[in-house]
């Protein structure tokens, strides 16, 4: 089912891990963000297209991890984009002959049957720098950044005040780290990229996270700043005050707490090997 977040802005959400697909009415079809994970919800989004008379004329995938690139063959061939580093990733994962099973087993079990890899990752690379989504329809500006992941982008529906954030500002996940990432530094790299996000926030009024409930208004401000102080705890040692790790998660979400924990031990043990105290 697909839900209006802002004038001629749709989102299609699936429920395992909450993907939000961000469908963005042009002159001629739409521009669709991140299709979702599972056959079945990819072929139900296309028949809603399909009902509203509004074939896919372009795809934009955020960045390169399995859950954004997925595309089902009811979807059409438009062009995917991305931007130039996520293509080459997704390039260079898919060159492996046993690409298929790597990307099987990172899977969640439960769905693993159910997610189609044929078209995973075929992703077109925009040239670096490229400003603005190439589409009959709304401009939509490229806000690439680092920090979840190589060539991640948020995409701003400029003429409607939507954010497409990707794996960012989520209000289930946490800042998910891209370790080591380009600089060996995914803490500082974080940091910058929610100065990026922070830097177009005057123009945002919706934020629609990769994983996760929309937010307006001033949620907006208030999950950049939840972002930050999650990923600043995290540099610092302290344990972070953030109600997506807990005391009371919501059932099923409990892994995110894992995540944390994870991101906690391998930052202490770059730490230990750059010689840095704590
Ligand atoms: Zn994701």
Redesign the pocket.
Known sequence: MLMQVAEGVLVHRSEL?R?NAVVVQGRAGVLLVDPGIRGEEMACLARDLSELGRPVVAGFATHP?W??VLWHADLGDAPRYGTARCAAYLRDLRSDPDWRARVAEGLPPEIAEEVPLDLFGLVTGLPAGTARVPWDGPRVRIVEHPAHAPGHAALLVEERGVLVA??MLSDV?VPMLDDPGDTGYPVEDYLVGLQVLEGVADDVDVVVP??GSVGRGARVRARIEQDRAYVRALRDGRAPDDPRIGPSVEPGWEWVRDVHAGQVRSLARRRAQDGIPG
Request: net charge negative; hydrophobic share 20%.
């Open positions: 891990l993907n991890d859950d954004h990707g794996d996940l990769g994983h």
